[in-house]
């Protein structure tokens, strides 16, 4: 049997055997000098992937969740105002993390399936002539919606309102999936995650911190102490770690990374394009519309699908569970029921795409979806067809 996990979700991704393999390291003193031929590798090769000169890059032992509350106790304070969007579960959980942390939130609410308002973000900046709004938060990325946010151009507005706020993103589920460009965005502070884009098991938390990022540490008056930058900064300094470092996590993430530039970035990106666009043909031929409510707004490693109406997306996913044994991702918050969720992203490729979507047919068929079992994925294969790469010499 494949070891290959039949896994269509938006994260955890498909750890491939190389990185499974590269996590399985004999343990090592931290404070031995040949640390750094752990970190260092792995610090120089994110760098590249976010498409920064920053030189603040930081791996905490968390999930995502704990790399946005690192991002808040460091730069914030109880009582300071932050700006932020909320389109999807994922926003929502960053808004009451803040809000949990005595911040106060300024929301500005959207429609599930839009992105983060740049013209709203930008009016409320305008707005703020004192500067009360200390940061804006937004997430490249909704996974809970399958929207991409553009965050060049919510950056270029925060610049014409001469608004001195730090963009803060996260970007858990679409870094080293979908490009980012940290430095031209003029993104601050960047969070992404070992479990998604790198294929990696669950645990690292990965920030990058601009020198504007850095700076606002300084004012922040909240107690930490695990996530505290200056500490980590410090340790980093002395080629150290404060604490105990995950060491798995961060010889996968060497081997992650050169996995990505074996590859080479712009192919990754082109790849998960592909995917995405094949399941978004075959969601077309199903007669079925994405939450995503523009084309521009597409994510290209989750795609979340209305079901039609009068079918409940959880009997669906989890009879292609019980059925197939097939994982898709569920409807989350207001779209519990009413939406599925096709995670295409990690180490997965057109092919295991497909079987994806077959199985997915399968799953409608036995419940009476008003879909056709035959080649109903054809638009998918065609696509797969005329925009193939091609992997080795024998294709014509
Ligand atoms: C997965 C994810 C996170 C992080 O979640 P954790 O489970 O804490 O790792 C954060 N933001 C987005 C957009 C995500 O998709």
């Known amino acids: ?22 996590m399985d ?30 030189v603040h890059i930081l791996f905490f032992p968390a ?37 949990r942390h005595g911040l106060e ?22 707005a703020d002539a004192g500067q009360q709004i200390k940061a804006v938060l937004i997430t490249q990325n909704e996974t809970a919606t399958g929207v991409r946010s553009d965050i060049a151009s919510i950056r ?20 080293a999936s979908m490009p980012f460009a940290m430095d031209e965005w003029g993104v601050n502070i960047a969070v992404a995650g070992s479990q998604k884009g790198f294929m990696l098991a669950t645990g690292m938390a990965i920030l990058i911190v601009s020198q504007t990022g850095l700076d606002a540490t300084k004012q922040a008056s909240w107690p930490r102490t695990f996530f505290d930058f200056r500490d980590m900064i410090r340790a980093t300094d002395e080629g150290c770690y404060p604490y105990t470092p995950p060491m798995n996590l961060m ?49 290209d490693t989750v795609s979340a699908i209305l079901n039609p109406r009068g079918f409940d997306s959880n009997l669906l996913t989890q009879h292609a569970v019980y059925g197939y044994g097939v994982l898709f991702g569920v409807g989350l918050g207001e779209l519990k029921g009413k939406a599925f969720r096709i995670g295409h992203f990690g180490s997965l490729t ?24 035959e080649g109903v994925a054809a638009p998918a294969q065609g696509y797969f067809r005329e925009s193939r790469i091609g992997v080795g010499r024998l294709a014509a």
């Open 251 to 299: 010889a996968g993430l060497r081997e992650s990374l050169t996995m990505l530039s074996e590859e080479g970035l712009g192919i990754v990106y082109a790849r998960h394009f592909r995917m995405a666009e094949g399941v978004r043909r075959a969601v077309s031929a199903w007669g079925f519309e994405l939450v995503a409510s523009a084309p521009d707004l597409y994510s």
């Open 350 to 373: 057109d092919v295991m795409v497909l079987s994806g979507l077959a199985t997915m047919e399968m799953a409608m068929a036995d419940l009476d979806y008003p879909v056709e079992l």
């Open 1 to 22: 049997m494949s070891d290959q996990n039949l896994l269509f979700i938006s994260g955890p991704t498909n750890i491939p055997g190389r990185l499974r393999q590269a």
């Open 156 to 175: 270029d507005p925060m610049d014409s309102a001469t608004h001195s706020a730090p963009l803060f993103v996260d970007c858990v589920s679409s870094l």
């Open 25 to 54: 390291v004999q343990i090592r003193d931290y404070w031995a000098p040949d640390f750094v031929d752990l970190k260092l590798p792995a610090q120089a090769g994110v760098i590249e992937v976010f498409v920064t000169d920053s």
């Open 105 to 126: 939130v300024q929301v500005i609410d959207c429609a599930w399936g839009d992105s983060a308002p740049a013209d709203k973000i930008e009016a409320a900046l305008t």
């Open 63 to 99: 999930s995502g969740t704990g790399g946005w509350e690192a991002a808040i106790t460091n730069t914030l304070s109880v009582g300071d105002k932050v700006l932020m969007a909320r389109n999807g579960v994922f926003s929502d959980r960053w808004i009451d993390l803040c809000q």
